[in-house]
């Protein structure tokens, strides 16, 4: 599969982003997707995750209740919107892909299957 992420950009704190990721590829929607960003020096972390169904959810501490995670089967595409942004979501986000939710929910970095190119987010204070 190959993933083409879109969106990001610079935004004041308070505002709104959406993060777009589309799917191609074999049997793309069986995938669980989700959204990872990395300040550099630090690890590459989940920030949520969507199994292939959308009926499951997964979401890091620090977005819960900011960051809403969906998919939209008929693009093959997982949408990250990104509300009350804060300058510490200041990082690249790498859309990611596999065929278990638990590696795209847990942080398994080593594990995922596919990778989209990152689309850097600055917050501005």
């Known amino acids: 599969a190959q993933l083409q992420a879109s969106g990001g950009g610079l935004v004041q704190a308070g505002g709104s982003l959406r993060l777009s990721c589309e799917a191609s590829?074999?049997?793309?929607?069986?995938?669980?997707m989700g959204w990872f960003r990395q300040v550099e020096g630090k690890v590459r972390e989940t920030v949520a995750a969507i199994s292939w169904s959308g009926n499951s959810t997964h979401y890091a501490d620090f977005v819960k209740g900011r960051f809403t995670i969906s998919r939209d089967n008929a693009k093959n595409a997982v949408i990250l919107q990104m509300n009350r942004l804060k300058p510490e979501d200041t990082a690249v986000y790498y859309c990611?892909?596999?065929?278990?939710?638990?590696?795209?929910?847990?942080?398994?970095?080593?594990?995922?299957?596919?990778w989209g190119k990152g689309t850097q987010v600055t917050v501005s204070s």
């Open positions: 990611a892909a596999d065929k278990s939710l638990w590696v795209v929910a847990g942080s398994h970095t080593k594990n995922v299957d596919y």
């Open positions: 590829g074999r049997d793309v929607n069986l995938l669980s």
